[in-house]
Nanobody
Framework: QVQLVESGGGLVQPGGSLRLSCAAS????????VGWYRQAPGKQRELVAD???????NYADSVKGRFTISRDNAKSTMYLQMNSLKPEDTAVYYC?????????????WGQGTQVTVSS
């Protein structure tokens, strides 16, 4: 059974930094596109950033220049470095792995980690 385990969330003051990690197991991590999503209370889950298997990155406009997504295929782990955090970044952050096999989307999700930005 595939597992994605997130860590690194917590409470941080505005302007601060956090680094999220997501370790994958029982999956050929390197062939998946991976990404981070977040969901704030009362809002839909949204894409924060993703990185493809061939290392192309994509960011939501709201986090460009502040967040950096990366991956270490040897460790089957993805990261999200979050700098200059704002209160509006407060949300539960989820990691995701995705690939398409034929006509089928294959997605796995982590359990989520809370990020709270508050003074």
């Amino acid at each position: 059974q595939v597992q994605l385990v997130e860590s690194g969330g917590g409470l941080v003051q505005p302007g601060g930094s956090l680094r999220l990690s997501c370790a994958a197991s029982r999956i050929i991590f390197s062939i998946y596109d991976v990404g981070w999503y977040r969901q704030a209370p009362g809002k839909q889950r949204e894409l924060v950033a993703d990185i493809t298997s061939d290392l192309r990155t994509n960011y939501a406009d709201s986090v460009k220049g502040r967040f950096t997504i990366s991956r270490d295929n040897a460790k089957s782990t993805m990261y999200l470095q979050m700098n200059s955090l704002k209160p509006e970044d407060t949300a539960v952050y989820y990691c995701n792995t995705h690939r398409i096999v034929g006509l089928k989307d294959i997605d796995y999700w982590g359990q989520g980690t809370q990020v709270t930005v508050s003074s």
